[in-house]
């Protein structure tokens, strides 16, 4: 049988970036193998579970680029893939369970159980309650509520070979008779997802390493069915930086946050798949393979053989380090993309009518330093602005009368030039500097606030050729007319 690997969030809020982190390992396996990447919604959770967290999810993996091959939206042979639809078949199961001996009903009151565990407390306070089979051995059938249970063996173990962690041998005298099914008919955890799995034919179940408690369980699941048991793989947990289990209060586990605060999906990705897997020292990847790049690809370069037991902690810097690294690489994001994904950015802040062509045009200006597409947006911002944004503080010092004379003479200097290009313009700027006797640094800061407002912008040559030459000459005049207004700024003492 061709790999099957899935995907099972919960609809009850964000997608999580660890949840992400499982996703991704599935998707890697099933694209390096050929094989089918399924995403099952498990939406037993009424009380949490939204219809506007279902559509996160969807609109996060989309985001990612992580495509499903069966599931929501998409379809496929095993469905329906939400488990609310699929109570009838739970139901079925479980009953089969129950006709072979290996289920049973349970009566037991919440009240009874409670009392129950409150008189072990009492008598042991250190002691573990367990469901002391109260009805195991139960033949009649009383018209009220009941869960069903599954009737736990107390001999043997169960024995696995996780594909990270290795073997792995539980003894089946710690398990008690665990519920399979509520009193509503809601499967939990455990069950569903063994049915689901089965069912849709899973080979591989790969998930986060706080779920190795539920697989000794789940394998007798499968044994109890007389099923195939699937592969497992259980990674290791991502860690808040002092150790603790990463939660909101540490940063943005929210995926789609890095999305809204400008991030790149690829690198997103790329961060992830260090926790818990590794090849050599390599940290830079791209996500899907890349005709003639240079650094290697995850789906191609994706084994289990590599993956690691170690937890790791969630590092916010080395995390924007590798988003600055996809930022700055045009093999790794080609100037479309950047341009793309910038686009929506500069709306926000109030650009209308751009198009890709015209942002990418100014790509090659802010890559080196750009970290997010926010940030690009903000230092792309004064290229499509009738009027640059003015730094006060840079103006008060560069635009002064000392300056007004240089910036004028640039202005009439540019103004016969038709060949407008980064070569020429910068060929006829140097001569014009040299033949007054000057240096750039002279004229360099205040023709950097005459056209960008800033004190700080990329090459000046870059600066001008993307501005076009109507825009550059009639900033320069415009500051040249301000510089001469100015007051000099006072000498120091």
Not at 80 to 96: G, I, S, T
Not at 124 to 141: H, I, L, V
Not at 341 to 350: Q, V
Not at 412 to 438: F, K
Request: charged content about 25%; overall charge neutral.
């Amino acid at each position: 049988m061709s790999t099957r690997v899935r995907f099972a969030p919960s609809p009850t809020g964000y997608l999580h970036i660890g949840g992400v982190r499982t996703a991704l390992f599935n998707w890697l396996w099933a694209r390096k193998t050929g094989g089918t990447f399924v995403l099952r919604i498990e939406d037993t959770d009424q009380e949490r579970s939204t219809p506007e967290s279902k559509q996160v999810i969807f609109d996060a993996l989309k985001w990612l680029g992580i495509d499903w091959d069966e599931g929501p939206e998409v379809g496929g042979h095993f469905g329906p893939y939400e488990q609310m639809a699929r109570l009838a078949v739970y139901k079925d199961h479980a009953e089969a369970l129950i006709k072979s001996g290996k289920a049973f009903r349970c009566y037991c009151t919440k009240e009874e159980l409670d009392a129950a565990r409150a008189a072990l407390k009492a008598k042991d306070p250190k002691a573990q309650f367990r469901y002391p089979g109260t009805c195991r051995t139960r033949t009649d059938e009383p018209d009220k509520p009941f869960v069903i249970r599954f009737k736990a063996p107390t001999e043997g173990s169960i024995t696995y070979v996780d594909k990270v962690f290795g073997e792995v041998t539980t003894p089946n005298h710690t398990h008690q008779d665990f519920v399979l099914v509520r009193s509503d008919g809601v499967p939990l955890y455990n069950f569903g997802a063994v049915v689901d799995d089965m069912l849709m034919q899973m080979t591989l179940v790969a998930r986060g390493r706080d779920h190795m408690i539920n697989t000794p369980p789940q394998i007798l699941l499968y044994q109890a069915f007389e099923a195939k048991v699937p592969d497992f793989a259980h990674l290791p947990m991502m860690l808040a930086p002092n150790g603790e289990k990463l939660s909101k209060r540490h940063g943005a586990v929210n995926v789609l946050q890095y999305r809204d605060d400008g991030y790149s999906p690829q690198a997103v990705l790329n961060y992830l798949v260090r926790f818990g897997w590794s090849m050599g020292d390599q940290e830079i990847f791209s996500v899907r393979p890349v005709a003639g790049a240079s650094v290697p690809s995850l789906v191609e370069s994706f084994a289990w053989e590599s993956a690691g037991r170690a937890d790791g902690k969630f590092d916010p810097k080395k995390f924007l380090a590798v988003q600055f690294e996809h930022m700055k690489s045009p093999e790794l994001m080609p100037d479309d993309e950047y341009a793309a994904r910038t686009l929506p950015f500069l709306e926000k802040r109030g650009f209308t009518g751009l198009d890709v062509e015209r942002v990418k045009r100014a790509v090659f200006t802010v890559r080196p330093r750009a970290t997010t597409f926010a940030d690009a947006a903000d230092r792309l911002d004064y290229f499509f602005r009738d009027e640059p944004v003015m730094d006060e503080k840079a103006t008060r010092k560069f635009l002064v009368p000392a300056h007004a004379a240089n910036l004028r003479g640039l202005a009439d200097l540019l103004a016969p030039v038709d060949d407008w290009t980064e070569q020429n313009i910068g060929q006829t700027i140097v001569r014009w500097v040299e033949g007054r006797g000057l240096a750039m640094k002279d004229i360099g800061q205040p023709v950097r606030v005459a056209l960008s407002g800033r004190g700080e912008s990329p090459d000046l040559f870059q600066v001008l050729s993307v501005l076009g030459k109507d825009v550059s000459i009639a900033r320069l005049r415009r500051a040249s007319e301000r510089a001469e207004r100015a007051e000099a700024p006072a000498p120091k003492a």
